[in-house]
């Protein structure tokens, strides 16, 4: 998958005008950030109850990509 990503990424940087690409993987889905680390993301933050499921606030985590 960090293959796919990487690729897919790559893509979209040459396709269009694009500077930063980010990705908002909840803080408790490991297997989704080690995909974007493992892709070139490079960890970002935490952002603390940012988004509302179901009732409840989760906290999310910010990866991103800046174009070479």
Known sequence: ???VLR???QNL???FDLHRIW???FEHNKASQRV???AGFYYEGLLRES???EGVFLNSTVYA???N
């Open 1 to 3: 998958m960090p293959h």
């Open 7 to 9: 690729i897919f990424t």
């Open 13 to 15: 940087f040459e396709s």
């Open 23 to 25: 990705a908002r993987p």
């Open 36 to 38: 974007l680390l493992k």
């Open 51 to 53: 988004i509302l499921k």
């Open 65 to 67: 990509l800046i174009k």
